[in-house]
């Protein structure tokens, strides 16, 4: 049982094939009362368990999850719906009486989250514009609808000057335009990463791949069509199962098609890197430790910073 003190906002963060999902469970359960929220682009979606590599179902059903499963395959989910709802979700939770807690690696959606606090440094506004006006008016358009929808929708597709504009103020403020508000977050991040060798993560992601195909990631695309599903649906627009398309499609072979994961996997990988080197991150080191004794660092980390024992 646990109480709360402070309003900050804890994460399990770190690249993919970490073990945040092993630890954010065990986690879970070491502490009691904690809810987990997830922070990753592909598990919101149903249909797609194996190459999401979502928490499997026995796992939902010990801890509560939010943003796991629920999302239909034909329907887009950005980086602006993942904040509006976190944000939600976070203070629904603490009104229980109950911990938050976030775990993912997808690093645009925890920069979504995070953003005032990561990065109190922003680039000077010029320096955003140029960066902007370098780009196409539909990538200007794409990224605005990753966003803020609803924005993007409010200024068409055509409207350069606009589009850029709205950019600019979620740049600096971390906050949709369509919801901009002076307004200060009622939380702070603790963000808790788990470190390995990148060497030795690219060894766990090719035997992970190798894992997804075993356990049937083709046959899991092939039934997603038979409900009626075409190719060019969002949750299938990823490096991840845009190879099984293809594949199914004929255009390559299964060994391809694993190569092809592989690849967008490792720049994936290098992506993440990136992004948690310029995020305070408390890193703990997860190669070669038993569950045991990461979900003891991890523990001690959250109680010194935001939990404090029942005294029952």
Not at 140 to 151: E, G, K, T
Not at 166 to 190: H, M, Y
Request: glycine share 6%; hydrophobic share 40%.
């Amino acid at each position: 049982m646990v109480q709360l003190k402070g309003k900050k906002l804890p994460a399990i963060v770190g690249p993919t094939a970490t073990g945040k999902t092993d630890l954010s469970l065990a986690l879970a359960e070491r502490l009691g009362k904690v809810e987990l929220i997830y922070a990753d682009s592909l598990a919101v979606y149903k249909y797609l368990d194996i190459g999401t590599d979502k928490p499997p179902a026995s796992f939902r059903e010990r801890v509560p999850h939010h943003l796991v499963d629920f999302l239909d395959p034909g329907e887009r989910w950005s980086a602006f719906q993942f904040k509006k709802e976190a944000i939600y979700l976070q203070r629904e939770i603490r009104e229980r009486g109950n911990l938050p807690l976030v775990v993912g690696g997808t690093a645009f959606y925890l920069q979504a989250l995070y953003r005032s606090f990561l990065f109190v440094g922003a680039p000077a506004e010029n320096n955003i514009r140029i960066a902007f006006e370098r780009l196409p008016t539909e990538k200007l358009y794409a990224l605005l609808q990753n966003v803020d929808p609803r924005r993007a929708q409010k200024i068409g597709k055509h409207d350069r000057k606009r589009l850029i504009r709205a950019l600019e103020i979620f740049e600096k403020t971390g906050r949709p335009p369509s919801l901009f508000s002076p307004r200060p977050s009622s939380f702070s991040p603790l963000l808790i990463g788990i470190r390995w060798d990148r060497d030795k993560l690219k060894e766990r992601i090719c035997r992970r791949v190798e894992e997804m195909f075993e356990r049937g990631i083709v046959e899991e695309v092939e039934e997603l069509f038979s409900r009626g599903y075409s190719e060019d649906i969002p949750a299938l627009d990823n490096f991840t199962y845009r190879p099984i398309v293809k594949l199914l499609r004929g255009d390559i072979s299964r060994k391809e098609a694993q190569e092809e994961i592989v690849r967008g996997t490792f720049r994936f990988l290098k992506t993440q890197i990136n992004w948690f080197k310029k995020a305070p991150v408390i890193w703990i080191e997860g190669e070669g430790k038993p569950l045991s004794i990461l979900v003891e660092e991890t523990c001690a980390i959250i109680k010194r910073n935001l939990v404090e024992e029942d005294a029952k």
